[in-house]
């Protein structure tokens, strides 16, 4: 009943744990240039255009919450982890139908819908090592330069991410279902989970646009709220949660219909 989703889960062990390595190694070259240009920071802030600070979100970069989240959550967790759950996502269903691997997995006693469910499921493997490794790391490497963190700040900042990510995941996986192939389902996914991102942060610049951003699920998670100011927005959280059960029932329910 649980095969699928322990072969998948065992699948994204591997990725998980490199990207952990990946963040570890991105922390410690942020934390050891802290020190040095934390005094100079008021120069930094003033060599950048305004715009910038408003379309990542930049806030109080003298302190180490808001250099952090600037400089490795608000473009590497919001984008780049956004993207990796996209790819994830838009390669479960797409990738065995294009091997012709769906067709043996359909074979034996088991639902299209539970095919869909067990290799959703398997994300609790990179959300749990991503969300338990980071934070640990970044938690560290602040106390190794004399700086510290709210704990309960930079856990609220990983545990909210939450439904973010599985929104993204959920946008890959209803193009996995929808395209063919896929290369051309995991570019699709990764465009639109870069693009909505833009665009939501295009349109804090003008208060005329801000509302497009609304729908966009970059709007629901802003790590530098939560980091800096100890926001922690659970509503949003919950629309995100929502938009993700949605597009899931979306993605199972185009997949029950598909001739395969």
């Known amino acids: 009943m649980t095969a699928i989703l322990r072969l998948e889960s065992r ?3 591997r990725s ?17 240039m802290f ?3 934390q005094e100079e920071m008021e120069v930094f802030e003033e060599a950048f255009p305004e715009f910038m600070f ?7 970069l003298h302190t180490i919450e808001g250099f952090i989240a600037a400089e490795l959550y608000s473009f590497f967790w919001v984008l780049l982890i956004a993207i990796y759950f996209a ?4 390669g479960m269903i797409a990738e065995d139908i294009y091997d012709r691997k769906m067709d043996l997995i359909l074979s034996n006693p088991v639902s299209r819908e539970s095919v869909v469910l067990q290799k959703v499921a398997s994300l609790w493997v990179p959300l749990t090592v991503l969300n338990v490794g980071v934070p640990v790391v970044v938690y560290v490497g602040a106390i190794a330069i004399g700086e510290s963190f709210n704990p309960v700040a930079l856990a609220m900042t990983h545990l909210l991410s939450i439904p973010y990510l599985l929104v993204c995941a959920g946008i890959g996986l209803v193009m996995s279902v929808v395209v063919d192939r896929v290369r051309r389902a995991r570019a699709t996914a990764l465009s639109l989970v870069f ?9 804090r610049l003008d208060p005329d646009y801000e509302w497009v951003g609304a729908a966009m699920p970059s709007r629901y998670y802003d790590e ?3 980091l800096v100011h100890e926001e922690y927005a659970f509503l949003d959280a919950g629309i995100l949660l929502v938009a993700f059960l949605v597009l899931l029932a979306v993605a199972i329910f ?6 395969i």
């Open 11 to 13: 699948k994204r062990l």
């Open 16 to 32: 998980s744990l490199i990207l952990v390595v990946v963040f570890a190694l991105l922390s410690v070259l942020y934390f050891s």
């Open 35 to 37: 020190p040095g240009i």
């Open 54 to 60: 408003d379309l990542f979100g930049i806030e109080e």
């Open 87 to 90: 790819y994830a996502g838009a």
């Open 195 to 203: 693009v909505l991102w833009l665009v939501e942060g295009v349109s």
């Open 224 to 226: 530098t709220a939560i």
């Open 254 to 259: 185009l997949f029950t219909r598909r001739d």
